[in-house]
């Protein structure tokens, strides 16, 4: 059983940045792929990207690709995302999720199988 908290969301200007981290616990978190979707109002949980156990292989959707980076720290069961020259397109709830045995490519939320609670990124123009 894993369990996902997310924090460090917030309300930035555009062009800024910010940095979410998602804890979990479970003493097997650190063979898990992990994520992080976001959903805006009025729309589908759409993902932003993933990564592997070790976190040396990544996926990004093309809408945040080169602004946005994902890593973890396995010591700390800690995965976070770096979030740099914020868009107000990027304002949603971010959410944390992982899954045993799931290929990074992975992008529909059904398929994953831990969530956590979501932080707001809210993007001012």
């Known amino acids: 059983q894993v369990q996902l908290v997310e924090s460090g969301g917030g309300l930035v200007q555009a062009g800024g940045s910010l940095r979410l981290s998602c804890a979990a616990t479970?003493?097997?978190?650190?063979?898990?792929?992990v994520a992080w979707f976001r959903q805006a109002p009025g729309k589908e949980r759409e993902f932003v990207t993933s990564?592997?156990?070790?976190?040396?292989?990544?996926y990004y959707a093309d809408s945040v690709k080169g602004r946005f980076t994902i890593s973890r720290d396995n010591a700390k069961n800690t995965v976070y995302l770096q979030m740099n020259s914020l868009e107000s397109e990027d304002t949603a709830v971010y959410y944390c999720?992982?899954?045993?045995?799931?290929?990074?490519?992975?992008?529909?939320?059904?398929?994953?199988?831990?969530w956590g609670q979501g932080t707001q990124v809210t993007v001012s123009s």
């Open positions: 999720a992982a899954g045993r045995g799931i290929v990074v490519t992975t992008k529909t939320p059904k398929s994953w199988e831990y």
């Open positions: 990564c592997n156990w070790r976190g040396d292989i990544t």
């Open positions: 479970g003493r097997t978190f650190s063979v898990y792929t």
